[in-house]
Nanobody, 123 residues
């Protein structure tokens, strides 16, 4: 299983950014996918997940209405569309995969992780 996040960068507050997570080594129907982020001095935080069951999505309250998780099965890629970005969204963003149909929001329970991509939001 391999996961690779990309698309991070510097953006002004109020702007948008789309992150990508390319995955390989498994079929999309066998693992659920998710996004997490981590800021300096803080614990890794759950952002969103997309289930292996019918692609059902779930977003954390902190990003609900601003961030949207999706996937392109043909491209073996998961996305995180981030709109109306705020300075507090600045973090390293990670994608992860898990065998559960509806994985918990706790990062320690997820099975596979990719390298992160840095998002910096300037105010």
């Amino acid at each position: 299983v391999q996961l690779q996040a990309s698309g991070g960068g510097l953006v002004q507050a109020g702007g948008s950014l789309r992150l990508s997570c390319a995955f390989s080594g498994f079929h999309f129907s066998t693992l659920s996918l998710g996004w997490f982020r981590q800021s300096p001095g803080k614990e890794r935080e759950f952002i969103a997940r997309i289930s292996k069951v019918q692609g059902r999505t779930y977003h954390a309250d902190s990003v609900e209405g601003r961030f949207t998780v999706s996937r392109d099965i043909a491209k073996n890629t998961m996305y995180l569309q981030m709109n109306n970005l705020k300075s507090e969204d600045t973090a390293v963003y990670y994608c992860a995969a898990d065998r559960a149909a509806f994985p918990t929001t706790g990062p320690t329970t997820w099975d596979y992780w990719g390298e992160g991509t840095l998002v910096t939001v300037s105010s």
